[in-house]
């Protein structure tokens, strides 16, 4: 059962754990002939890698990819490739004292009643170390992506965290890269940086909202009933560690909407093409873009590993108490936004790839 896979036709799987010697991706399914180079892909590796500010943790990792197959020259070949990223900041023994105890909010315990092995250090597969991967297979997506349509735009940045909103009237684009949480809010920045410092300094840790926005793609990609855009895109975010909820558009708000509210209503633009009054869909209709922005939006839990005591359990049955040691972030929110804008690349050009084989070029046309 491959189940550290995902993807149809451009398809990744993640291998590796938090504090093994390395982790990667084998990609299949790339179309040869796109340009790669290492630099390319280690541009949104940095995006995402630990130690950078006072933020997120301080585990130093240079995150630097290694491509060992699947190009020549510079190229893709159309064969598999294999990322490789080695770890080389471990501290296992940070992971002592809760070697026999599971930390409460955290995988530790599922994995154990799962697979009856405990690996400790940091998590192992649970742990977001894993992410690195699948920003690295996103960095390739993003490649072939432009030579398949090339205005697509993907950007990623965070609309809450904790109980803090963005302020929608004051978004901007060219903000998202100036401030540390990649929000496109400046004042929100600010006022971000006080509440998430205190937060750090009493070891304790918040959950965020990301939201991922592709622009340009173009209509028509997605399939009806099982092979929806967003059924694919939902679930690309879901399996992002942490992760607790991912909705599409105006999501679970739709359901507090009249028809006549949500319904984005239709016109003839200057180009001749259709144009919306609105975007409550998320640029997904029946599970097929319609050329309007694409909008996903997923929630991520607090880090389970704080430095306030939680009372939990031991591998042998025995009530005890916790507090997990070692360099956690206070917010992962912060660090999720590459991965988030990587899963989209990875599921944007995975549905143009099928939409390629199977229709080629739109075959509706209005007007």
Not at 67 to 91: H, W
Request: charged share 25%; glycine share 12%; net charge negative.
């Amino acid at each position: 059962m491959s189940i550290n896979s995902f993807g149809h036709l451009f398809r990744v799987t993640t291998w590796g754990e938090s504090h093994g010697p390395a982790l990667g991706a084998t990609v299949d399914g790339c179309p040869p002939g796109v340009t790669i180079t290492p630099e390319m892909i280690q541009h949104w590796l940095d995006k995402r890698k630990p130690g950078q500010n006072k933020y997120t943790t301080q585990r130093r990792e240079a995150d630097e990819v290694r491509i060992l197959s699947g190009t020549f020259e510079g190229v893709t070949t159309g064969t598999p490739i294999q990322l490789m990223i080695e770890n080389t900041d471990q501290r296992s023994k940070d992971y002592g004292d809760i070697k026999e105890k599971f930390r409460p909010g955290h995988a530790d315990i599922t994995y154990f009643q799962k697979y009856g092995i405990r690996d400790y250090r940091g998590g192992g597969r649970s742990s977001a170390r894993e992410t690195a991967s699948r920003v690295a297979a996103g960095g390739l997506a993003r490649e072939a992506i432009k030579q398949i349509a090339p205005n697509v735009e993907i950007t990623g940045y965070m609309v809450q965290m904790g109980p803090n909103k963005i302020d929608r009237d004051a978004f901007d684009w060219e903000q998202i890269e100036q401030n540390p949480f990649w929000v496109p809010d400046a004042k929100a920045a600010t006022d971000w940086a006080e509440y998430l410092d205190g937060l750090r300094k009493s070891g304790s840790s918040v959950g965020a909202i990301i939201e991922v926005t592709a622009r340009n793609v173009p209509a028509g990609i997605g399939a009806p009933v099982y092979g929806k855009l967003d059924t694919d895109l939902t679930a690309a975010m879901m399996s992002i560690n942490a992760v607790k909820g991912v909705e599409i558009g105006e999501g679970m708000s739709a359901a507090m909407l009249t028809g006549e509210l949500n319904a984005d209503e239709i016109f003839i633009g200057e180009d001749g093409q259709p144009e919306y009054s609105s975007n409550h869909s998320g640029g997904i209709l029946g599970g097929i873009s319609t050329g309007q922005d694409i909008v996903v939006r997923f929630a991520v839990k607090p880090t389970s590993s704080i430095l306030t005591t939680r009372k939990t359990i031991t591998k042998s049955g025995e009530e005890t108490e916790i507090i997990t040691k070692g360099r956690h972030d206070p917010c992962v929110g912060i660090r999720a936004v590459p991965v988030g804008e990587a899963m989209m690349a990875c599921v944007i050009l995975d549905h143009l790839l099928l939409h390629r084989g199977q229709i080629g070029q739109n075959r509706g046309t209005i007007g």
